[in-house]
Nanobody, 127 residues
């Protein structure tokens, strides 16, 4: 089992920045890819970003490219999502996800590819 705990959400104004963190604990000995997803009210959960175990490969949904940056610190079992130039349409609950026993280069963009999920952290951007 892997436990994921997100933090860093909050209420900000359009144009501001936030950094989300996701700390993993439990059986973290195997390689695992990490991802961020989000769900806005009345909408389906959507992929935001992913990073490989090595940190060398990343993926982003087009709407956040150039504004969000994903990174990870394997020594701390933590993944980060730096969000800059936030827009009102970024308002959502953000979820961290882990996919275990993956190659070091692997990233995933589908929620079904992930094995563990955090509880989510709310990000609200006022315009």
């Amino acid at each position: 089992q892997v436990q994921l705990v997100e933090s860093g959400g909050g209420l900000v104004q359009a144009g501001d920045s936030l950094r989300l963190s996701c700390a993993a604990s439990g059986r973290t000995s195997s390689n695992f890819g990490m991802g961020w997803f989000r769900q806005a009210p009345g909408k389906e959960r959507e992929f935001v970003s992913a990073v490989s175990w090595s940190g060398g490969n990343t993926d982003y949904v087009d709407s956040v490219k150039g504004r969000f940056t994903i990174s990870r610190d394997n020594a701390k079992n933590t993944v980060y999502l730096q969000m800059n130039s936030l827009k009102s349409e970024d308002t959502a609950v953000y979820y961290c996800a882990a996919a275990t026993r993956r190659p070091a280069w692997w990233t995933g963009t589908w929620s079904s590819q992930y094995d563990y999920w955090g509880q989510g952290t709310q990000v609200t951007v006022s315009s």
